[in-house]
């Protein structure tokens, strides 16, 4: 890794609300997050924006989602890209944003992450998280996404000999904790 000039730091979070948003489109709620987060940066101008994302182009049929948040953000010809890493979309969006300030290149990066999956059906999501395997062998196999994770499940199981109850303690933990998140999908 290469010298650090910066020391990159989040200055403003937005989020909407967890649940389903029937009344909104993708770009509604990205554009909700993203102005409540320049809100509260206190900035209305930024170097650079990053939209993670990882289905809209199979389940909104909407690509190209930097250029778009972008300009309804009133930030047209602000370099802006969609980042997609499957299920670490978000993690990657702030990585390269992470890189691009440390680097010195740009001092302010706006990081939008959206999903839109609970308003189409469970065969659409299914053929679009699909994308996120090798599809042309998974798909052939007859295994989902879904279905890989729960077979990962237990190969780890098996393979460090870990009780499922010392598993089910996460969730537990994690509803507790969202409890008290008032953002926090329960």
């Known amino acids: 890794m290469g010298v650090i000039m910066e020391k990159p730091v989040i200055i403003g ?16 709620l990205a554009v909700e997050a993203a102005l409540m987060a320049l809100d509260n940066a206190g900035v209305n101008r930024v ?45 990657m969006g702030i990585h ?12 302010t990066v706006l990081v939008v992450g959206v999903e839109k999956m609970t308003d189409k059906l469970t065969s659409e999501v299914t053929f679009a998280l699909a994308m996120a395997e090798d599809r042309e062998y998974v798909v052939s196999t007859g295994a989902t996404f879904v279905g890989l994770n729960a077979l990962l499940y237990r190969l780890y199981l098996t393979k460090f000999n ?22 926090a999908q329960l």
């Open 13 to 28: 979070i937005g989020y909407t609300r967890i649940g389903e948003h029937w009344e909104k489109s993708l770009r509604e």
């Open 47 to 91: 170097d650079a924006i990053y939209v993670s994302n990882m289905m809209s182009g199979a389940l909104q049929e909407q690509e190209h989602l930097g250029s778009l948040i972008a300009t309804c953000l009133g930030l047209k010809g602000t370099p802006a890209c969609k980042i997609e890493a499957a299920c670490a979309s978000g993690g």
């Open 96 to 107: 390269q944003a992470f890189l691009a300030v440390a680097s010195g290149y740009y001092d």
């Open 162 to 183: 870990v009780d499922q109850k010392s598993i089910a303690k996460f969730p537990v933990i994690a509803h507790e904790n969202a409890l008290n998140a008032p953002h």
